[in-house]
């Protein structure tokens, strides 16, 4: 299987597998996030085929909703941010895999993420996360969940 690593001082082996969209969004930014975030990648064979990044600020695509998302901050919550599988290794369980590796390094630390598809919300719930609130704009949606204690 996969191993985990920390990409934080190599972001561009993982920002390198992010869509175009979900890169404008985080690439930029990147240099005053760092110093309170860590990027996790899985790498097979050395090739980063999943990843994602712990945030313990309020993250680019949660600025919108900043006050939300600093109040899961405040209760000692992480952000869970800008997971992504490679399209071409998808429905491999890598995903989970990443998710699991992280809890092995920090087993007592909670997370939170949203997300804008409800139907992953299925997905993550299999993962011990449960629908916590639902979070609207004028552009759309987003849902909030929270890692069960």
Same mark, same amino acid.
């Given at each position: 299987m996969s191993q985990l690593l920390d990409l934080t001082n190599t972001p561009k082996r993982f920002f390198d597998?992010?869509?175009p969209d979900w890169r404008i969004e985080?690439?930029?930014f990147w240099p005053d996030y760092a110093p309170d975030s860590t990027i996790f990648g899985l790498a097979d064979n050395d090739e980063i085929v999943a990843g994602g990044i712990i945030f313990s600020t309020v993250s680019?695509?949660?600025m919108?909703?900043? @006050?939300?998302?600093q109040s899961w901050f405040?209760?000692?919550f992480r952000y869970i941010g800008f997971l992504?599988?490679?399209e071409d290794r998808r429905n491999e369980g890598l995903g989970s895999h990443w998710f699991r590796e992280i809890k092995k390094q920090f087993p007592q630390q909670k997370y939170w993420l949203a997300i804008e598809d409800f139907g992953?919300?299925?997905?993550?719930?299999s993962l011990g996360? @449960?629908?916590v609130q639902e979070l609207k704009s004028a552009e759309h949606s987003e849902w909030v969940l929270v890692e069960k204690s």
């Open positions: 597998i992010l869509p985080i690439e930029p680019p695509d949660m919108h909703h900043s @006050e939300a998302a405040d209760k000692g992504f599988v490679k992953l919300s299925r997905f993550y719930g996360f @449960e629908l």
